[in-house]
Antibody, heavy 122, light 110 residues
C-alpha cells in the first residue's frame, strides 16, 4: 500500500524559511519513472504545483516560485524535503506531497498525502 | 504564464450527466489529468492521459479531448460526486514542462 505523509511546522513567521518533509512508503524513489511532487492549496482556492523530484534526482520547480524553493530526497529514509524561503502570509496554505509514476499514469499524481496546513503569521 | 481555464461551477440533478471543461492552448500537445477533491480531503485522481480511468474509479467517470479543450464527463451523477474538480496539464513552452492546474470547478448535485 502506497502512503505519503507530510510533516512540518503549523505556524511560521514572515520572512522565515519553511521546511516540510514528505515520508512515504510502499514504493521506492529509486524506481525508474517515479517522482514526488509538492502541491499547495490556500484556503478556499485552487491547487498550485510547487516542485518535483524524480528517481534520477532531477528537480523541477514552479517558474513563479523557483527562486524560493529547494527540493531534495533521502532515498534511504524514504523522504522528500521541500524548503521555501522568505515566507509571507500569502503562502498560508495546505501543503500536499504526491507521488507520480510515469510508468502507469503519465504525469499524473496518483497518490496524495493528507496534507499539512501551514499558517504564516507574526 | 500558462493557464488552464475551467468554469467555476456546474450544477446537475441526480442521474443527469455533468460535463466539466478545461481549456488551454497546450492541450493538443500535452495530456490532461482530472482530480476530484471533497471538502477537507486530498485530491483523488479520476482520469489520466485525457481519457484513461485508474482502477477503482467508477465507470461513470470519463474523459475526452478535442483541440484546446478537454472534458470530464460524469454520467448518472450521484450525490457522492459533489466535489471540486481540477484539471492538470503541463506548459511545454519553457525549457521543461511546468505542471499547471486549472482553477477548479465546483460540482453541485441539486
Amino acid at each position: 500500500q502506497v502512503t505519503l505523509r507530510e510533516s512540518g511546522p503549523a505556524l511560521v513567521k514572515p520572512t522565515q524559511t519553511l521546511t516540510l518533509t514528505c515520508t512515504f512508503s510502499g514504493f521506492s524513489l529509486s524506481t525508474s519513472g517515479m517522482c514526488v511532487s509538492w502541491v499547495r492549496q490556500p484556503p478556499g482556492k485552487a491547487l498550485e504545483w510547487l516542485a518535483l523530484i524524480d528517481w534520477d534526482d532531477d528537480k523541477y520547480y514552479s517558474t513563479s516560485l523557483k527562486t524560493r524553493l529547494t527540493i531534495s530526497k533521502d532515498t534511504s529514509k524514504n523522504q522528500v524535503v521541500l524548503t521555501m524561503t522568505n515566507m509571507d502570509p500569502v503562502d498560508t496554505a495546505t501543503y500536499y506531497c504526491a507521488r507520480g509514476y510515469s510508468g502507469s499514469y503519465g504525469d499524473a499524481f496518483d497518490i496524495w498525502g493528507q496534507g499539512t496546513m501551514v499558517t504564516v503569521s507574526s | 504564464s500558462y493557464e488552464l481555464t475551467q468554469p467555476p461551477s456546474v450544477s446537475v440533478s441526480p442521474g443527469q450527466t455533468a460535463r466539466i471543461t478545461c481549456s488551454g492552448d497546450a492541450l493538443p500537445k500535452q495530456y490532461a489529468y482530472w482530480y476530484q477533491q471533497k471538502p477537507g480531503q486530498a485530491p483523488v485522481l479520476v482520469i489520466y492521459k485525457d481519457s484513461e480511468r485508474p482502477s477503482g474509479i467508477p465507470e461513470r467517470f470519463s474523459g475526452s479531448s478535442s483541440g484546446t479543450t478537454v472534458t470530464l464527463t460524469i454520467s448518472g451523477v450521484q450525490a457522492e460526486d459533489e466535489a471540486d474538480y481540477y484539471c492538470q496539464s503541463a506548459d511545454s513552452s519553457g525549457t521543461y514542462p511546468d505542471v499547471v492546474f486549472g482553477g477548479g470547478t465546483k460540482l453541485t448535485v441539486l
